[in-house]
């Protein structure tokens, strides 16, 4: 069990790590993308749900006349902006392909907001299962397979340490491998039923592609079939009535009207309008809600011979599909709160460290053959551990240097995050096994806590500034970069220590 403890944690062990930093990265990504797009101001009053309504309706109304599908994403503390967002079909005569267009409003106002093009919190929480650069089915195939040896390395981290509980008390300061070792136990089994749920729900997600010989086997291999697997497998159960609207055309301004009533203490999450322009377009509601791992409620309005027929959705119909349901929800943290979610981002963090932890304790083991190929790993665990962070911090300066009317700008972002990635392990690749840990952690503390001088620089956003707006999205990302800064600080300051330790006599 140890022999397979160590070499299933090794064989993947880079790249998982880089799975669950960016992984946890997602559970801010609308924080980030808020940070991404300074142009979005804050407004702080309420605003009423059909002000809003309103104004999206307006800016559809003359930007997406021909669309055959409309949704309006309504203000919340995590997008601070009203959302619209519409299905534009392929036009021959004018020679363009369907597409999906979106645009943000503001609340107060609802004139549009021309924010930088970026790529935001959700390209950098896509990385964590499509990796980038590789087609999206051999992302999904090579994630999982990591994910299947990160959950056998948590299984049989189980059962070769019998007084696991015991070991997790215990820490040996200044005792080398055995120091280590205590760390890792800490870092493994503090969130070690986060970590269980995290890697099996992950692995269940992405059954689809990883089991896709089986479903080719039932099914056929032709996308017809797999389209046929996944109608029948999510059939949801569905509660149709008729109900009194006293109106001869549906709108999205009466569906809203009856849905609040009908839910006086939920809060309206979006508004939809599909098959528009058809002889039965939908009216859809979506609340918000302490819905669990529940989804939320849905709600659809037809005009069906001249009645008004109300379609509210139960769930999933088959059992393994609700289950499903719910490891997607716990793994995505889709309910959780600003507090809740704040522990997931911490508990991601502990398993990128239990992982950190076990490639450093893996180097240590094997220091005193003093080979050329230990001392690379050495060192490209360096590259990876502090230089992933650097390459987000690069991601992040990229968003607010790079000329807003570039061309791809998006893109460039990206490339720039996996540029200042492939700088530091060629850095690290030639640098001094005895140094490269306290520089890479002394790059990673500059280029964090520089972050927030860098907003002040390029945008209105000076901490004070956001104080005082009480824009506290901002302000918090700002604080958070700090944070880290010292944590990064704090451990090269702690190396040094250690290394003049060493040299006295």
Known sequence: MGWLHTWAGFAFAWLLFFIFVTGSAGYFENEIDRWMKPEIAIVNKPIDDFSVLTSAEQQLTTLAADATQWYISYPSSRDPYIGISWFQPANAELGTARQWHKKFLTP?????????????????YRLHYNLHYVPVVMGYLVT????????????????????????????????????????????????????????????????????????????????????????????EDKQQQII?????????????????????????????????NTEQPGFEVWFEGDEGLEFATLMTYRMVNGQVQLEQSLGKAHSAAKVYDILEHLHEGLFADIYLRWLYFISGLLGAAMIASGMIIWVKKRQKQQTTFINLIDRLNAAVIVGLPIAIAGYFWSNRLLPLAMVNRAAWEVHSLFIVFAACICFCAVSSTDKVWKSMLWIAAIAYALLPLGNILTTEHSLLASAQNSDWLMLGFDLTMLLFAACFALAAVLIKNKDNKTVQP
Request: aromatic letters at 12%; glycine letters at 8%; hydrophobic letters at 40%.
């Open 144 to 235: 999982s397979l990591a994910t299947l040896f990160m959950l056998i390395g948590l299984v049989t981290g189980v059962i070769i340490h019998k007084k696991i509980f015991i070991e997790f008390f215990t820490f040996r300061k200044g005792k080398g491998l055995r120091s280590w070792l205590d760390i890792h136990n800490v870092f493994s089994v503090l969130p070690l039923p986060f970590h269980l749920m995290i890697t099996y729900s992950g692995l269940i997600l992405l059954m689809g592609v990883s089991f896709f010989p089986v479903i080719d086997n039932t099914y056929g291999v032709s996308k017809k079939m797999h389209r046929q697997f996944y109608d029948e497998s999510q059939v």
């Open 108 to 124: 107060d106002t609802g004139k549009a907001i021309t924010a930088r093009d970026t790529s935001g919190g959700e390209t950098l």
């Open 244 to 276: 009194d609207l006293n109106t001869t055309e549906l709108s999205l301004k009466a569906i809203l009207t009856d849905a609040k009533t009908r839910y006086e203490n939920q809060t309206v999450s979006y508004l939809g309008l599909i098959d528009r």
